[in-house]
T-cell receptor, first 114, second 113 residues
Framework: NAGVTQTPKFQVLKTGQSMTLQCAQDMNHEYMSWYRQDPGMGLRLIHYSVGAGITDQGEVPNGYNVSRSTTEDFPLRLLSAAPSQTSVYFC?????????????FGEGSRLTVL | GEDVEQSLFLSVREGDSSVINCTYTDSSSTYLYWYKQEPGAGLQLLTYIFSNMDMKQDQRLTVLLNKKDKHLSLRIADTQTGDSAIYFCAESKGVLNTDKLIFGTGTRLQVFP
């Protein structure tokens, strides 16, 4: 059981380039989300999805785009990378509906924008 | 996240107790959580507490919740070097009270021999 898989693990971009961070889960979780982790700021929610075809903004959505065409996949797109988007990105998923809300995290994708 | 605050660092001696504190803002949060992040890894759920509880104990871990002050704490008894990690508290927010988890800044726990 792979859990939550993120690719790539490391990426270097130049300012203005675009790219997509991939996230896939094999636990049939309805809910998926993206966070970014920055020193001294903890984890901040970028976008989340409560099911296929449904997405919503989190705390820091600007500069990022998401879609949820399948239950398994939740890619995060950087439209025009900026140095402020240098961060470690985590994808996380959980079961839908009521419950404890435990999130299962991927191992992270470290992005550097020059 | 801005809504959940923690101190950034804590250093303790092996065998002592560690207490990590957290203040949150949303009194309607149904669940409050403690997650642990080891170096180079994602976060893993350590424990959680339902909002109608004051205390929860799980082996070496004790969670205390003061809803009046919106204060959450995690006590680790007999702290070991393997407990060195970053600890995040988080509160649940959203339509179902679990749609979003808002995380704190994280507390880096360092355990020295």
């Amino acid at each position: 059981n792979a859990g939550v898989t993120q690719t790539p693990k490391f990426q270097v971009l130049k300012t203005g380039q675009s790219m997509t961070l991939q996230c896939a889960q094999d636990m049939n979780h309805e809910y998926m989300s993206w966070y970014r982790q920055d020193p001294g700021m903890g984890l901040r929610l970028i976008h989340y999805s409560v099911g296929a075809g449904i997405t919503d903004q989190g705390e820091v959505p600007n500069g990022y785009n998401v879609s949820r065409s399948t239950t398994e996949d939740f890619p995060l797109r950087l439209l025009s990378a900026a140095p402020s988007q240098t961060s470690v990105y985590f994808c996380a998923s959980r079961m839908g509906g009521r419950g404890t809300g435990e999130l299962f995290f991927g191992e992270g994708s470290r992005l550097t924008v020059l | 996240g801005e809504d959940v605050e923690q101190s950034l660092f804590l250093s303790v001696r092996e065998g002592d107790s560690s207490v990590i504190n957290c203040t949150y803002t949303d009194s309607s949060s149904t669940y409050l959580y403690w997650y642990k992040q080891e170096p180079g890894a994602g976060l893993q759920l350590l424990t959680y507490i339902f909002s109608n509880m004051d205390m929860k104990q799980d082996q070496r871990l004790t969670v205390l919740l003061n809803k009046k002050d919106k204060h959450l704490s995690l006590r680790i008894a007999d702290t070991q070097t393997g407990d060195s990690a970053i600890y995040f508290c988080a509160e649940s927010k959203g339509v179902l009270n679990t749609d979003k988890l808002i995380f704190g800044t994280g507390t880096r726990l360092q355990v020295f021999p």
